[in-house]
């Protein structure tokens, strides 16, 4: 009797443990509904721009925010944050960096008028063509200088222009955008170009993951433990920034497969390094070198995740737990309770070992990475 009893006992054990196997693995852990979804969104965007009137420059880390608040006003249409964007393009005459002088525009780092090839001061222009699409393609003022520029650095012989990874987010996307404008495939065109470059000097063919910029690659640097130090809100920009590109290119595009078979080696890379509470840690492959959460990268790594399973590119059953899991970070550790989105590292271009990163560290492009990642998911549940 005691032998059926603990029989029994071992198949209902394994009958359970078997049931929640393909639970997680069907991913039906995420309950919420669109509407719910929407509720974190303006939770968090509310607090934003509300905490955050005086709008500010065309820099990249403002910038940054306004891709986030695109996509919330894409699902939401709440027309407060269009304004929002409006106004702050307005605020900026729909450009970057401002030089009108063409002979001393450039594009190593920089922050001044001149850097106007710099892509830091290019990612503005995403947003200026999306305002420009979602208010009736009425005044061509919108994308003038986005066109102006662009146009003059495909002019150029140079072909090293992104050469850091956090500029592939910037301006990949700027070029589908306006391929998908002018039908100009000059702009596919040096966007492989580019990326050509880019990847020959920061792609990690083994780890499957991005340096932050030549400076970083192995052995050159290492870790703290002696290992890649892969950086994770640098590999957030690129994930997301591959997601975009796929997005908005023709189903035919020459190199469109690449670019697909790239994202999907890189979903597999992280998913492998990804911590069990759902974080990643600023330094992907070397938890100690900086341990703790961090959102940004989390977030983009979110929401390149989700696009991918919304559209058909990364296999549900394998990826949604991934998804289960950061977004139970996002929601329920890294968003405060009065709609403030913490634990984002400070601007940066590396894990910094002893930093302090908490629920008081937020930023604007960590909240606009947070935006996308619960744009995508309002898409994803029902």
Known sequence: MNFKKTLLVLMTAIAVVSCKSTAVKQGVTIKQSK????AIIDKVNSHWQDSHPELGNAFWNVAAYH???MEAYKVTKNKKYLDYSMAWAE???WMGAKSTNKSEWKYNYGETDKHVLFGDWQICFQTYI?????TGKKDSNKIARAREVMEYQMST????YWWWVDGLYMVMPVMTKLYKLTGNELYLEKLHEYLTYANSIMYDDEAKLYFRDAKYVYPKHKSANGKKDFWARGDGWIFAGYAKIIQDLP???KHRQEYINRFKDMAKSLAAAQQKEGYWTRSILDTEHAPGPETSGTA?????YLWGINNGILDKATYLPVVEKSWNYLTHFALQADGTVGYVQPIGEKAIPG????????ADFGVGAFLLAASEMFRFVK
């Open 157 to 160: 012989a140079a072909n090293d």
């Open 251 to 253: 189903k035919n595009a």
């Open 67 to 69: 891709t986030g608040n």
């Open 300 to 304: 983009f790594f979110t929401y390149g």
């Open 91 to 93: 605020k900026n005459q």
């Open 130 to 134: 999306d305002l420009y699409n979602y």
């Open 35 to 38: 509407k719910e979804v929407i």
């Open 355 to 362: 930093q302090v990163v908490d629920k008081n560290s937020t």
